[in-house]
């Protein structure tokens, strides 16, 4: 090599863990900040975009911040001003790191809107020597509104790199044994701690427009293919698939987990333990949406106990099972 030669880091692998997102805080204008970002994805949103940018702007984040820092508020770990989602996604990476243990392997995490950006660690890994990146998108179920806007982020990552790496991303692992497995073991969990036994096991998912369902997206498909292999597996109590979080007025897949919840009582299921497969880290959506209010109207409606299993998270069995996924696309 000449000595003029530019030194060049090279020979290692990039592991990138992915997440939806988190405000940096719970002001108003963090909040504002990360709305903006998310419900500016065209993928997202999919509306006339001129239509959509003057309801966004004009009405949207003008009022929608106050009750999603509200929501915030109620979960946001106070000890470690971050939120939960960014607790857990930092400590996967960590747990992951320490369990590959391999300096040719570097693992790392982005979240697709706010900070640490998709593009800033991707150009972190290539300048650390990665020719070769792994993309763990953090969503069992392939969804165009989760996956593929991680997958358009990281595209768009690589437009301004001279020597781009060679490129993998995982796209879904809504059936892979380990995930199924894992989600078992954490039912079986839960309830050898509580003193009651559940009518019913709601499994909830976040959801999405009925209308990009209608228009090919596999996303349900994938949900109701996690719900069955888990119902294999576990057989002691049924297991009821709904959606959550919806947001406007058009119709979103059904049936809706708030709705649900309100009405389960008066069928007579009043003890109800919920899980939701869909996230991979406890958030906004599991802590404030089903803990909390899924609780009240439950309870409001009639219901006698309610318990909500918490997400895979930095468990030893998620953790197994990232690396599973992760070794099955490293160079031997």
Not at 117 to 143: D, F, T
Request: charge should be positive; include cysteine; charged fraction near 25%.
């Amino acid at each position: 090599m000449k000595e003029d030669h530019p030194k060049i880091n090279y020979g290692r692998t990039g592991l990138l863990l992915v997440n939806l997102g988190t405000p940096d805080s719970t002001s108003w204008w963090d909040i504002r900040k990360y709305l903006k970002e998310f419900l500016s994805d065209k993928r997202v949103i999919e509306l006339n975009p001129i239509l959509w940018k003057i309801i966004l702007n004009v009405f949207i984040l003008n009022f929608r911040p106050s009750k999603t820092a509200k929501a915030y508020k109620e979960i946001w770990m106070k000890d470690k001003n971050v939120s939960p989602l960014r607790h857990y996604t930092e400590m996967q990476t960590k747990k992951l790191s320490e369990k590959l243990d391999n300096d040719k392997v570097i693992t790392d995490f982005a979240m697709r809107y706010g900070s640490p950006s998709i593009r800033s660690k991707m150009k972190k890994l290539q300048n650390n020597g990665c020719e070769r990146i792994i993309v763990i998108p953090l969503y069992p179920q392939y969804a165009a509104a989760t996956t593929a806007t991680v997958c358009d982020e990281v595209f768009r990552s690589l437009i301004d790199m001279r020597w781009q790496p060679s490129l993998q991303i995982i796209p879904h692992y809504e059936s892979e044994p380990l995930y199924i497995t894992a989600l078992e073991k954490s039912l079986n969990k839960k309830i050898s701690e509580i003193n009651w036994k559940p009518d019913l096991i709601v499994a909830s998912y976040h959801g999405i427009p009925k209308k990009y369902f209608d228009k090919g997206d596999p996303y349900h498909c994938y949900c109701q293919k996690t719900s069955r292999l888990l119902s294999e597996k576990f057989t002691k109590i049924p297991i009821q698939t709904t959606f959550q979080s919806r947001f406007g007025p058009q119709e979103w897949l059904k049936p809706y987990t708030d709705k649900t919840l309100e009405s389960l009582p008066k069928e007579g299921k009043k003890n109800i333990l919920v899980i939701c497969p869909g996230f991979s880290s406890d958030c906004v959506e599991t802590l404030e949406e089903i803990s909390i209010q899924g609780r009240e109207s439950f309870l409001s409606s009639g219901g006698k106990n309610f318990d909500v299993v918490p997400c895979l998270n930095d468990g030893k069995d998620h953790i197994d099972l990232l690396e599973h996924l992760a070794k099955k696309y490293m160079v031997k």
